[in-house]
């Protein structure tokens, strides 16, 4: 028969053997293929030991390099020691650039978040007024909201029950009785005389300001936790330029960053 007769006749698919049933707790059943790449495997982490230790009997007892006293392993992991050529005073110093850098980025990051609490603020003033002029509420904008900071209220003290009971918001406030409830945007009635207020033309900018304001919420807490990071880096440094001093310590605990708080023992000046 020839081989293109031979290809042309059908011929059974023979199927390998799958894991018996009283042991299917065990897997899989392991197929020749498996238990060659296993086999390999073990066979060659075999020959490498075996030649680390052909390597360690013929090694030198008298051989020294440096590096045996400059590194070291911790836990497995190979740890080079740094900083140890240099003096004290040299890494005082870096230490100090390290921490007057840090200040600088605190100082740029601070700056940058008062604008944001003062932009956020005027961003919730005027959607609160837009949306008392547009009368829009939408169900789709009822997501999960960044916690807000707590609204701050207008006090007004009076010196008896009869004056508050006779007190008129818009007459203490000079402005119209619909603008009194707004806490931005609320111009007195010589104002309204001479200039006009413009509401939104739309919801599409009433929904465009929401999503501004979302956006600058999200920043603004992003910044708040990097500023607490940096604060903490600041507090490790300054812990470990003071450990560096002279003069006897002792730990005492922890402070709110979870860094040690030392207390050194106070010396006789002469």
Request: no cysteine; hydrophobic share 30%.
């Amino acid at each position: 028969m020839s081989s293109s007769m031979r290809n042309a006749v059908h011929r059974r698919n023979h199927k390998e053997r799958g894991q018996l049933a009283g042991r299917e707790r065990l897997g899989l059943l392991e197929k020749k293929k498996d238990y060659l790449l296993r086999a390999r495997d073990y066979h060659s982490k075999q020959k490498r030991l075996k030649a680390l230790r052909e390597k360690a009997l013929a090694r030198n007892p008298d051989e020294f390099y440096f590096k045996m006293i400059n590194a070291k392993t911790k836990g497995g992991v190979h740890i080079q020691q740094r900083n140890e050529a240099l003096p004290p005073e040299m890494i005082q110093l870096m230490k100090s650039q390290d921490k007057n850098y840090i200040k600088l980025q605190r100082d740029i990051s601070k700056k940058k978040m008062e604008k944001l609490r003062d932009s956020q603020h005027f961003l919730d003033e005027q959607l609160e007024d837009d949306e008392d002029m547009l009368n829009v509420y939408d169900d789709e904008e009822e997501e999960e909201e960044i916690s807000k900071p707590k609204k701050s209220n207008h006090i007004v003290f009076v010196d008896s029950k009869e004056q508050a009971k006779a007190f008129d918001p818009a007459k203490h406030l000079d402005t119209l009785p619909e603008l009194v409830n707004r806490k931005f945007n609320r111009p007195r009635i010589a104002t309204l005389q001479k200039n006009e207020i413009i509401a939104p033309e739309n919801a599409a900018s009433l929904k465009a300001l929401r999503k501004e304001r979302e956006a600058k919420y999200k920043e603004f807490t992003s910044r708040a936790k990097r500023e607490a990071d940096l604060q903490r880096v600041e507090r490790e440094l300054e812990i470990q330029r003071a450990l560096q001093g002279k003069g006897d310590k002792k730990k005492v605990g922890v402070d709110k960053h979870g860094l040690a708080v030392y207390k050194w023992k106070a010396r006789r000046s002469k």
